[in-house]
């Protein structure tokens, strides 16, 4: 005997109203999150919800939203009509409905679910109630047609990539009140500057990334928690640079002095950027916060700098040459990946850095690549995980040290010196990051000097970061100046025709003829800034 089972099937009521001569089939759903307590009307392209209290979530999956209950039929959706007494948009309740041009959202309304408008890309203007006071997670995710978005007064709480892509829109006003904007909440808008209420407590570096127009971040003066020095987001200590607004004008920036921490993505994106300058104090760099900054040319990482996060300079396709300081002993996954550019390596740790689960040096040419390592760790590199993958590892000679006749302090002005007295390992860093660096705008010429014997001659040879010879540098003179240090040659910043160099860094190698007879090579990096 063949026993059937009946099972009842969740399917949408359906009626048919006439209007004149046409006819109309409408469908209707119980959409509450308690059931039978919200109802869902589709009739004509107008979607229109009512009852009393919270919509059902609706959650997706690698097969789409298919939960939804309108889910095949998002294309014919129009305008959404919330009635009041309804609490909450249920997430993903409208996810990709292109066609929907307005929605009208009642007082009752607190909060709107994650994703729950996402790629409504005819939405043109939102309009959120005063009762409205929490936007979930991806709620309006690329609404490219958005221009226009007006916060109640209620709100408080913006969520992770809650209005990210909505190219359109070209002002923002966030009132004061909202606590919470999370990361990449308006990543790629159209506004040219944006103010931070007093109110806020929460922010990150990635709130704002991509923004191509943004110059300005402006924090309201009585905020506790942040504040604003020249457009750029600061913690209120100011020993957290937070994040660069990615068209501020000008093209090299130097971090201040008391900044301990990079956040993530602080300068991602920021194509426009040639040159920053980290001060040596600041002690970590969060992941992606330089990447995708196409114009930067050199980085020089200070010696205070103990590890590098996850992408950091990923997508720096500009990139030649960096300095890694000393004290980095970890370098994150795709820390330098698709720097295709890059040349030129030092890392100053006698202890090769480690790496974390996969490479940092993705796509990098490492046939063409220059390693440089400090003397007397050759060995240690050529056999340390991915630096042995590297075909050029060179040990740097630390006899060699640099004596500027101007250097440059961060106010600008001009400190005149005779000499540095200090180790070149160490001067290498200073030079290239530290609060004087050298610069060609002030410094007649940079000059090199050895302790100890006496120097009958020397050939030096200065080279860019891609290997290039730029300069032969010749001997100035072999009496000791007033440290009892001998002269080997000097450099005017020019290449061989005469032409100033661009900023960068350079190897400098030769050899020098001691007065024993001997003869010694070294070698030192230079940063000229």
């Known amino acids: 005997m063949r026993v059937f089972t009946w099972r009842r099937l969740a399917l949408p009521l359906t009626a048919v109203v006439v209007i004149g001569a046409q006819a109309v089939t409408a469908q209707t759903w119980d959409v509450g999150e308690i059931p039978n307590t919200v109802t869902a009307v589709l009739s004509g392209g107008t979607l229109t919800i009512s009852g009393a209290g919270a919509m059902k979530d609706y959650e997706s999956s690698m097969f789409g939203r298919t939960e939804i209950p309108w889910y095949d039929r998002q294309r014919t959706i129009t305008s959404v009509v919330i009635g009041n007494g309804i609490t909450h948009i249920g997430d993903n309740a409208f996810y990709d409905c292109t066609r929907l041009s307005s929605i009208d959202i009642p007082n009752s309304v607190k909060a709107i679910g994650s994703s729950a408008f996402s790629g409504c890309t005819g939405l043109k203007s939102i309009a959120l109630p005063n009762g409205v006071d929490t936007i979930g997670d991806n709620a309006f995710y690329g609404c490219t047609g958005i221009t226009s978005v007006i916060f109640g007064d209620s709100m408080k709480y913006i969520g992770f990539n809650a209005f990210a892509k909505c190219t359109g829109l070209a002002s923002i006003v966030i009132p004061n009140g909202v606590t919470h904007i999370g990361d990449a909440a308006f990543e790629g808008c159209a506004f040219t500057s944006v103010v931070i209420p007093q109110s806020v407590e929460y922010i990150l570096g990635g709130t704002f990334r991509y923004c191509a127009k943004l110059t300005s971040i402006e924090v309201a003066p009585d905020n506790p928690n942040f504040l604003s020095e020249s457009g750029i987001l600061f913690n209120k200590s100011k020993t957290n640079i937070m994040r660069y607004p990615s068209t501020k004008q000008g093209e090299n920036y130097d971090i201040p002095n008391g900044v301990e921490t990079i956040s ?24 992606s916060a330089f990447a995708k900054c196409t114009g930067l040319t050199s980085i020089v990482i200070p010696n205070s700098v103990k590890s590098l996060d996850w992408f950091v300079f990923d997508e720096c396709t500009g990139l030649a040459s960096i300095i890694i300081g000393s004290g980095v002993t970890t370098i994150g996954n795709d820390a330098f990946a698709d720097c295709g550019k890059l040349k030129s390596i030092t890392s100053l740790n006698p202890v090769p850095p480690g790496f974390s689960i996969f490479t940092a040096f993705d796509d990098v040419d490492k046939t063409a690549a220059t390693v440089y390592v400090p003397a007397g760790s050759l060995n240690a590199y050529k056999s340390a995980k991915e630096w042995k993958d590297f075909a050029n590892i060179i040990e740097l000679d630390n006899s060699l040290t640099v004596s500027s006749r101007d250097r440059v302090t961060p106010s600008s002005a001009s400190v005149k010196e005779t000499a540095i007295a200090t180790p070149a390992a160490a001067l290498t860093a200073e030079l290239t990051a530290g609060p004087n660096p050298i610069t060609r705008h002030s410094a007649a010429a940079v000059s090199f000097v050895r302790k100890g014997k ?76």
């Open 454 to 529: 006496g120097i009958e001659s020397a050939t030096l040879y200065v080279y860019d970061a891609s290997g290039n010879l730029v300069r032969k540098v010749s001997v100035r003179d072999k009496s000791p100046n007033n440290s009892g240090r001998r002269a080997v040659g000097s450099w005017d910043l020019r290449d061989s025709k005469g032409r100033a160099v661009p900023e960068g860094t350079y190897a400098v190698k030769g050899t020098v003829n001691a007065a024993d007879g001997k003869k010694e090579r070294v070698s030192l990096i230079l940063g000229v800034r």
């Open 264 to 287: 993530a993505m602080a300068f991602q994106g920021c194509t426009g950027l040639k040159s920053v300058t980290i001060p040596d104090g600041v002690i970590s760099i969060g992941s």
